[in-house]
């Protein structure tokens, strides 16, 4: 494997490891903090996760462009078809979450509970896309 290959897959993880952990991190602030520190949390966790799925995307995109010759049919073809839909609804899912983040704190108040529920299906879906990776690679 060439060195560039490893560097993208490495930053290909690194990458999820910011964003799922920073969204686990900020559902867990957002349950148990109060409301102003929910959305000082929600705020910095929206610039690194956007900041993180932008290198996965690219990253992502560099793995398929390397395998491209050589993707395989059947059962692993549908599992990768699944894994980008599931990457796809995490992209549109997460557009809707950084808006409440950011109509929370124009509020008079800001509210915490999309935030709660935003923050919990992000880091499900990353979960589930994590494990469809690792059966992608692993079989």
Known sequence: M???????????????????????LAWWVSRTADASTTLAVARVTE???????????????????????AIPQGSWGAILGVKLVLVLAVLVGSAVRTAAVWAAGTRDGPVTA???????????ALVAVVGLAEVLAHG
Not at 10 to 22: R, S
Not at 114 to 124: D, E, K, N
């Open 2 to 24: 060439a060195l560039h290959h490893l560097l993208v897959r490495w930053l290909h993880l690194l990458a999820m490891a910011v964003a799922l952990g920073g969204t686990a």
């Open 114 to 124: 999309p935030l709660v529920r935003g923050y919990a299906l992000t880091a499900a």
């Open 47 to 69: 610039a690194a996760f956007w900041g993180a799925l932008s290198v996965l995307v690219m990253t992502g995109i560099g793995n398929l462009g390397a395998l491209a010759p």
